[in-house]
């Protein structure tokens, strides 16, 4: 699948991983919304969580947004697609480790790819990252468990057990 990401540049580009992303030809960085492919949104508002079932041959295409936290309101997320949060999975990053829901955009991409079974090209994405690995190694049972679901539904039902946990 191809990786694009929405930059708005308005995040320490210090630690921005969108950036990193290009750097290391692993994501198309687009600072134009008109420059933005129709695909997968991975939007953290969004109603319905991921599934395998959102992977067709028809859109291979994964888009994230690349902002501060503080800016990823729901109106942020205006490019067209399918729009789908992530379920539940940790952050491996510094700034947010352990922290549920808060990924970054190349652990949010990594994540989407796992869930459709592409373990390899996840790992790949996260290379550049020393984190990378601990970000699939701390998340390995749930991104393997989201991957055998048919569903949303039944993702939201294993996201459930963990919450439940929480
Ligand atoms: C808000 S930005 C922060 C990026 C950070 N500045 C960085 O350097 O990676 C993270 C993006 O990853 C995606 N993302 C992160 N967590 C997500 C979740 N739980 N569900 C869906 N998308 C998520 C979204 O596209 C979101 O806008």
């Known amino acids: 699948m ?4 929405y930059y708005e ?27 933005v492919p129709y695909g997968v949104v991975l939007n953290p508002h969004a109603e319905q969580a991921l599934s395998p079932a959102d992977k067709t041959d028809a859109l291979d295409t994964l888009v994230a947004l690349d902002c501060s936290w503080e ?12 729009h789908r949060a ?3 999975l940790v952050a491996a990053n510094p700034v947010n480790y352990g922290r ?13 790819l796992c869930i459709f079974d592409e373990q390899e090209a996840a790992s790949d994405l996260l290379e550049p990252f ?28 294993v996201q459930d057990e963990y919450l439940a946990d929480e």
């Open 2 to 5: 191809e990786c694009h990401v």
């Open 9 to 35: 540049g308005d995040d320490d580009p210090k630690k921005c991983t969108a950036r990193r992303l290009e750097k290391f030809d692993r994501a198309i960085l687009h600072r134009s919304m008109g420059g």
């Open 71 to 82: 800016s990823a309101e729901e109106a942020a997320f205006s490019m067209n697609g399918i």
């Open 86 to 88: 992530l379920p539940f």
């Open 100 to 112: 549920p829901f808060r990924l970054t955009t190349a652990e949010a991409l990594a994540a989407a």
């Open 130 to 157: 020393r984190w990378g690995e601990t970000f699939l190694t701390l998340n390995e049972e749930p991104l393997r468990r989201y991957a055998e679901c048919a569903d949303s539904s039944e993702v939201v039902a």
